[in-house]
């Protein structure tokens, strides 16, 4: 039985500058940096040689999981991906004031697919969002909930 959801996870390509875009940027908070390798990882992404760079951010009491793979070399994320492609995924963040924070994100390069908007029908009716892009282009989503 599923009791909870432990964290998400990115695989970026630069994690020094992710951590400028999630870290600087957004504000979440470090919680581990560390390199892993080892058979214990290899048996568990099956791929053997496999070393990374894990970071650990916490926002709240979520985390987001950042890795960049040493080894293997990976695929670059393709640059047509589009939010209906199998596979693809987004984190939702949750801000205080979602109409400050895109003029601040906007502000300073951030590129968004419309400025924020309320969700209009079902159970998150009154809520607002707006998606935008971190540095490898993968989304992004700031949620703010009904006052």
């Known amino acids: 039985m599923i009791v909870g959801l432990h ?3 990115r695989t970026v390509s630069d ?3 992710s951590l400028g875009f ?11 940096d ?3 390798a080892g058979e214990m990882l290899e048996r568990e992404v099956a791929m053997p040689g496999a070393r990374l760079r894990l970071v650990e951010l916490r926002a ?4 987001l ?7 293997p070399e990976g695929a670059p994320f393709p640059a047509g991906a589009k939010p209906a492609d199998v ?7 949750l801000v205080d004031d979602i109409e400050a924070e895109h003029a601040r994100l906007a502000a300073a390069g951030v590129r968004f697919t419309w400025p924020p908007q309320e969700v209009d029908a079902g159970y998150f009716a009154g809520h607002r969002t707006a998606y935008c892009y971190d540095p490898d282009g993968l989304i992004v989503e700031l949620w703010q909930l009904p006052a």
């Open 15 to 17: 994690l020094d500058r």
């Open 7 to 9: 964290h998400t996870s």
């Open 65 to 71: 999981e950042l890795l960049e793979y040493r080894a």
């Open 87 to 93: 596979g693809a995924h987004h984190v939702a963040l």
């Open 60 to 63: 709240g009491a979520a985390f």
């Open 34 to 36: 560390a390199e892993m």
């Open 22 to 32: 999630y870290r600087d940027l957004l504000g979440m908070e470090v919680a581990l």
